[in-house]
């Protein structure tokens, strides 16, 4: 029993430090955190979906979720040196545990060339049944794009096994899929910070620490 509550408090603590990690080192444009804000919502609205139209679901968190979340990143977020965390952008994106932008390309290019290669495959080699007209379409597309987003998460799970240890896969895997709840905690003054002019977090809670 012991060792079981010591194995969860483990588990919580390094949930904890990847959060933090992920936090202080990725997210310091008011822009980025308020489209994480954005991100977050729609992405509870594609989870309550999941379990009634996974299509639909893989739809807005694909079409929504992942471009705004995303979008941050690659278009807001400063890539210069961190004087906060005293790190250059190289260091940190080689330091990354989850997805760096250089995987992100690979994972959102996959995203982004599955609605040709489902239009010109409507059956994807033979995986699905052809949808009629546009609405069949777009749900073989969810179908496809619910596929790409569960392997991305499984594969890299499995590659952090093999990186680091199954603990640290398992932690990881749980906190992309709690990020959206997390995020809403976290990022939901963001968007009044950005009106009031703040471009930038100003991060005095990760100096103090």
């Known amino acids: 029993m012991k060792q079981q509550s010591s194995s969860f408090a483990s ?9 933090w990690d992920d936090h202080r080192y990725y997210h310091h444009s008011r822009i980025n955190q308020s489209l994480h804000f954005i991100s977050a919502m729609s992405f509870l609205v594609a989870y309550v979906l999941l379990f009634i139209d996974p299509a639909l679901s893989a739809l807005i968190a694909w079409g929504v979720s992942m471009t705004s979340r995303q979008a941050g990143h690659f278009f807001f977020e400063p890539r210069g040196f961190d004087h906060v965390n005293q790190a250059t952008h190289e260091h940190k994106e080689d330091i990354k545990l989850g ?3 250089r995987r992100k390309v690979v994972l959102m290019s996959l995203w982004a060339v599955a609605p040709g290669v489902l239009y010109l495959s409507p059956s994807f080699f033979g995986l699905l049944q052809p949808g009629s007209g546009i609405q069949g379409y777009l749900h073989n597309l969810g179908l496809v794009w619910l596929a790409v987003g569960l392997g991305g998460l499984v594969f890299r799970t499995l590659h952090l096994f093999f990186l680091k240890d199954v603990m640290t896969g398992l932690v990881w895997m749980l906190k992309i899929m709690t990020d959206p709840f997390h995020d809403i905690m976290l990022y939901w003054r963001s968007p009044l910070a950005l009106l009031r002019g703040e471009l930038i977090d100003p ?6 620490r």
């Open 99 to 101: 997805y760096n932008l």
């Open 203 to 208: 991060m005095t809670h990760a100096h103090s």
């Open 11 to 19: 588990c919580m603590e390094a949930l904890r430090i990847q959060r």
